[in-house]
């Protein structure tokens, strides 16, 4: 059920921030198409995240394009974009989050001495002038405001107190203060909020919130100490990616504050039986699997090796168990569906999956499952899910695989001949290689014209058997961009095709959005 207004400003109300689609997708590798966006987005409001941060609207026409479609696909959450303090993002966030029901502006300027003197060039002097001016003037048009300094917790803080006060006066309706760097301890990280909460004017009229990045494994846990200190926001990512070591997890923060009420009196709108849909779903959209030991969503979160572990658990869950697995939506059965399953059953696995039907092309995706039904005596949940993906993915490709033959055997040198086609024209080559995987590789980098480096490939049965659905990552560097593919199929090198194919598309999305051009085509 939806959280309403009222109850986001209640005292004891923590708002969940979604920064997935911007701070976590600009980290390496995890960079998302605008469908893929809008696909996750849908799946955050499912989760009824109070805010989304859909994206850096002046960074690129793609970047913009993306806010844009989140802003209109979203029912509850607020859906904010990012903007420096200057003239021209303000103009795009407000014109990309328009057709928001809930629109809002994220505007942010380093408040740190490092960043003032090395990155910005300015004096303090000039960020409080810039900082002032860009929420006055984005005030004129919305009310929904938000600040942050970035570096806070290596900023001064009688000076960050000075700049909240001019922020506030000028409109400001939430105040963010990061932990850019990951370089804040738990205490000290919640005695910043307590000062700033003690000596900024105006302090009680405005929500606190906290964004940590987690450089030495603290993200979460400065998140807390945040909370305990007054913040009532924190901003986080699903699985916790993000740039570098990554941003504060969400379903673990959000577990944190479920599993620990005893001792933080507060509580938060998440539907936690979305949780685990919302992290698969990412995990296959930016293939980057979750780890087995991941809290909360790894495959080991919930399994117990150890004999004197399991004889507990079987006397009485509570032994070793802190959290329910069905309470994070993990399924207790993921056998699913089989070769007389319509398209009814299919649709409705797929719904109670956290999959709107709405976001994908059903007909193609059931044809799909059909085919590996006649494949694979058994479709697991990830199957499904792996082949909806595959049809999101491809929605908006400029490259398309049409064909691919490959010929090996152990007196031969294995040859691939592929056929694809690029903004609509086919193309064919063939090459030969040191195994079928490299001759399929060396044929596709011929049409795309690209020889990026290939900096990481891996295969993974989705699920168990020979006959598994067999997934394949990779990840490609071209012209200073890094991104990852991924690609399902039952034929372990038509899912490395898919996968290269899915990366060049991304490098071209990249491209784009960066006035950089690493690969032939429209
Ligand atoms: O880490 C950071 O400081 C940020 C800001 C833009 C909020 O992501
Ligand atoms: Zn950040």
Redesign the pocket.
């Known amino acids: 059920m939806a959280t309403s207004n009222t109850d986001q400003f209640a005292d004891d109300y923590v708002r969940i921030f979604d920064?997935t689609l911007?701070?976590g997708e600009q980290s390496p590798g995890c960079t998302m198409n605008v469908e893929e966006k809008v696909a996750i987005a849908r799946q955050l409001d499912r989760l009824n995240v109070d805010i989304i941060e859909a994206g850096f609207a002046a960074s690129s026409p793609g970047d913009f394009e993306s806010v844009r479609r989140v802003a209109e696909a979203v029912t509850n959450p607020t859906v904010l974009s990012?903007s420096r303090t200057r003239d021209e993002d303000v103009d795009a966030a407000l014109k990309a989050i328009d057709g928001a029901r809930k629109p809002g502006i994220?505007i942010?300027i380093?408040t740190s001495d490092i960043h003032l003197k090395y990155k910005l060039n300015m004096t303090r002097e000039d960020v409080l002038d810039a900082a002032t001016w860009a929420v006055t003037r984005a005030k004129k048009h919305l009310d929904y405001i938000e600040f942050?300094?970035?570096?806070?917790s290596r900023s001064d803080w009688d000076y960050m107190a000075k700049i909240c006060n001019e922020v506030i006066r000028a409109g400001a309706r939430i105040i963010?203060l990061?932990?850019?760097?990951g370089h804040a301890i738990p205490e000290e990280f919640g005695r910043m909020f307590a000062y700033m909460r003690e000596h900024v004017e105006g302090a009680d009229k405005v929500i606190w919130s906290a964004?940590?990045?987690n450089d030495l494994g603290l993200g979460v846990a400065n998140s807390l100490a945040a909370i305990r200190n007054g913040a009532r926001q924190v901003?986080c990512t699903i699985n916790g990616i993000?740039?570098r070591a990554g941003?504060t997890a969400m379903e673990e923060v959000v577990m944190a504050l479920k599993t620990r009420k005893d001792l933080m009196a507060v509580r938060c709108g998440i539907e936690t039986r979305q949780i685990y849909p919302a992290s698969r779903l990412l995990a296959q959209i930016i293939g980057q699997p979750v780890p087995p030991n991941k809290p909360i969503v790894g495959d080991n979160a919930f399994a117990h090796e150890a004999g004197i572990h399991q004889d507990g658990v079987l006397k009485n869950k509570l032994t070793y168990e802190i959290m329910k697995p069905e309470d994070i939506g993990i399924p207790s059965n993921k056998l699913v569906l089989g070769k007389h399953s319509g398209r009814h059953a299919f649709i409705n696995r797929l719904t109670e999956l956290g999959v709107d039907p709405a976001s994908f092309d059903v007909q193609k995706a059931f044809a799909a499952f059909k085919d590996l039904c006649d494949k694979k005596k058994i479709v697991y949940d990830d199957d499904i899910l792996a082949l909806v993906n595959e049809e999101t993915r491809r929605a908006d490709d400029q490259f398309e695989l049409v064909d691919l033959v490959v010929t090996s055997s152990s007196r031969a040198t294995p040859r691939a001949e592929v056929t694809m086609r690029v903004a609509g024209e086919e193309r064919n080559a063939d090459a030969t290689g040191d195994g079928m995987v490299d001759a399929c590789y060396k044929a596709i980098y011929k049409i795309a014209g690209l020889t990026p480096v290939l900096e990481r490939y891996s295969v993974k049965a989705i699920t168990g058997g020979t006959d598994a659905l067999g997934e394949v990552s990779c990840l490609m560097r071209a012209d200073g961009m890094t991104v990852a593919g991924q690609g399902a199929h039952s034929d372990i090198v038509m899912a490395s095709a898919l996968a290269l194919v899915n990366a060049l598309n991304r490098l071209k999305t990249r491209g784009e959005r960066t006035g950089r051009r690493p690969v032939e085509g429209p």
């Open positions: 920064t911007r701070d990012l994220h942010f380093a942050s300094c970035e570096d806070a963010n990061p932990d850019t760097t964004h940590c990045h901003e993000g740039e941003n």
